[in-house]
C-alpha cells in the first residue's frame, strides 16, 4: 500500500497571479482552457491537466495499491476542492471520497511532515517509536520545506516543481512514463 499526500496550490493547480513563481516546466503545463473559483473572484487553472488525469484514473481504479489524500496548508473548504479537481481531471467519483487535511486539521503540528505523521497515526499506521518506518508514504509538493519535513519523518517526496516531476510520479504510480496520444 502506497499512501500519496498531494499538495493543491502550485502542485494541481495555480492561479495567474502566482504564474512568474512556477518553475518553466510548471508554466509550461498550466492549461487555461478551463478554470475553477476555489475562493469568490480568483480563477484557478490545472497544472498537468492530461498527466494528472490519467494518474487519477489509474489511482481511482487502484484503492487496494494506493490511499490519496489532499493535503494544503490553506483554508480551502473540502467540497470546493473535490468539486475543482473532478472539474480539471475529471473522476469524481474518486475525488469526492478523497480526504482533505487542511490548516485546520492537527493545529499543534509545526509543519506538513508532522501533519502526515499525526495523520498516519490516527489511521493507525504509524506508531509513537517507529513513526512511518515500513510504510510509503509520499508528498508530493513544491515546497522544499514542506518536501524535507516529510522526509524527515520518514516519508518519501517528489518535487512537483522538477523538471522530472511528471516521469516520477507516473513510475510511482503507473510502473512508468506513459505516452499520451498526440493532440488532432
Not at 87 to 93: E, L, Q, S, T, Y
Not at 100 to 128: S, T, V, W
Amino acid at each position: 500500500m502506497k499512501y500519496l499526500y498531494f499538495d493543491l496550490d502550485e502542485t494541481l493547480f495555480t492561479t495567474l497571479d502566482r504564474y512568474s513563481s512556477l518553475s518553466l516546466p510548471q508554466q509550461d503545463s498550466l492549461d487555461n482552457s478551463v478554470d475553477y473559483e476555489f475562493f469568490p473572484d480568483q480563477k484557478s487553472y490545472p497544472l498537468y491537466r492530461s498527466r494528472h488525469g490519467l494518474i487519477f484514473s489509474h489511482l481511482a481504479l487502484s484503492p487496494d495499491d494506493f490511499r490519496v489524500y489532499v493535503l494544503t496548508s490553506a483554508v480551502y473548504v473540502d467540497a470546493r476542492i473535490r468539486k475543482g479537481l473532478a472539474k480539471f481531471f475529471g473522476n469524481r467519483d474518486f475525488f469526492w471520497n478523497v480526504p482533505c487535511i487542511n490548516r485546520f486539521h492537527y493545529p499543534n503540528a509545526q509543519n506538513k511532515g508532522e501533519k502526515i505523521l499525526l495523520h498516519m497515526r490516527g489511521l493507525e499506521q504509524a506508531n509513537d517509536q517507529g513513526g512511518l518506518s515500513g510504510l510509503e508514504v509520499w508528498l508530493i509538493d513544491d515546497q522544499p520545506g514542506n518536501r524535507l519535513s516529510a522526509i524527515a519523518v520518514g516519508a518519501k517526496a517528489i518535487a512537483s516543481d522538477a523538471a522530472d516531476y511528471i516521469t516520477k510520479l507516473e513510475q510511482l504510480v503507473l510502473g512508468g512514463p506513459v505516452e499520451l496520444p498526440a493532440k488532432p
